[in-house]
T-cell receptor, first 115, second 112 residues
């Protein structure tokens, strides 16, 4: 079936370096993508989203890139800080469903920031 | 505070018992979603309600059921509990399709 998945289960980076977390999706009908951050024992927290009519979107220290040709999504975190240590999930949705379509989540990537 | 309220935060119960988890969505959100997250696992979709009606079902066991009330709060009922049901249960809400969810802080269920 169609799904959203992640390339790397664990990513370890040095504090101050940039982090890149990747995600592949297979549903060509998906037109809305989101990255969530989940810290231990807490609920997922929205980081940034992007619609399929965009290739790139920037937030504070984060950038999401969307490559529809190869169905690939990435999250870039600049100047990674210890507080960025968490599990990151990508998720996809179809905006055409007015009632609210369920998000399909990837398996998650654990980001570990070394001081 | 995300605006999505889940109670209780922690629940410890014995096998065979029945529990009810409660969720109040963010103000203005009509859709409520329930997800299960086992240890070091991803988020598994259970069920979605939209404005009081069941909208979508995922991998929800027959022992589990849910409903959304006229005031839009939702309850997830888990019965005949087994050890494997121990997990974090998250509720999320959204306005409609094309928007991200807002998650609650979850209910940690421990079945002993």
């Amino acid at each position: 079936g169609e799904s959203v998945g992640l390339h790397l289960p664990t990513l370890s980076v040095q504090e101050g370096d940039n982090s890149i977390i990747n995600c592949a999706y297979s549903n060509s009908a998906s037109d809305y993508f989101i990255w969530y951050k989940q810290e231990s024992g807490k609920g997922p927290q929205f980081i940034i989203d992007i619609r399929s009519n965009m290739d790139k979107r920037q937030g504070q220290r984060v950038t999401v890139l969307l490559n529809k040709t190869v169905k690939h999504l990435s999250l870039q975190i600049a100047a990674t800080q210890p507080g960025d240590s968490a599990v990151y999930f990508c998720a996809e949705n179809r905006a055409s469903d007015n009632a609210g379509n369920m998000l399909t989540f990837g398996g998650g990537t654990r980001l570990m920031v070394k001081p | 505070d995300s605006g999505v309220t889940q109670t209780p935060k922690h629940l410890i119960t014995a096998t065979g018992q029945r529990v009810t988890l409660r969720c109040s969505p963010r103000s203005g959100d009509l859709s409520v979603y329930w997800y299960q997250q086992s240890l070091d696992q991803g988020l598994q979709f259970l069920i979605q309600y939209y404005n009081g009606e069941e909208r979508a079902k995922g991998n929800i066991l027959e022992r589990f059921s849910a409903q959304q009330f006229p005031d839009l709060h939702s309850e997830l009922n888990l019965s005949s509990l087994e050890l494997g049901d121990s997990a974090l249960y998250f509720c999320a809400s959204s306005v409609a399709g094309g928007f991200g969810y807002t998650f609650g802080s979850g209910t940690r269920l421990t079945v002993v």
